[in-house]
């Protein structure tokens, strides 16, 4: 039987999930062309030997497009670090008015608009709506990602006594006498 950790979200709804593979992230990468570094822009250069192959000088217009496109997949690859490990790990959700849990995105949710109109498109199907769902609908709230958060990466809640205790053995921090 699968066993899923269950959250109470800030609005009352109740989000069932579970700790995501460690590295899952790196596959998924891997795996979306999106994310696949573009190779760098050769040019052919002459030297003693004879003609031979090079990266483009920074500054040519070859380089500049593709330090471009390699800013583009690294900011995509950014995203999906930051995202993934929620689509995974996010199992299934209860909100405050229903009685079933549930992985369909509600009839009546639709992709915020203002992300639209800032260059943001919603993914594509209907796995690409429970994402979105996910990240826009449900988990809203830094507050409410941060504590699903931790079940995902398995990190487990400490005490503020623990958190003392770590932060007592660091030297440095108790005070200084004055001098005079």
Known sequence: MESYTEITLADGTVVRCEAVPFLADTEIIAAMPECRMPSPPVEVVNSKHGPTTATARPGTPEYNAWEVEADRVRAERARVERQAPFFLG???????????????VPKDWEFPRRLVALGVPPRAGEDGRR???????LLRRAQDSSKVQRVLYGMEEITPEEGQAVADKFPGDEEQPADN
């Open 90 to 104: 996010v199992h299934s959700w209860k909100l405050s008015e229903e009685k079933k849990f549930s992985e369909d």
């Open 131 to 137: 994402w979105d769902y996910i990240v826009y609908g």
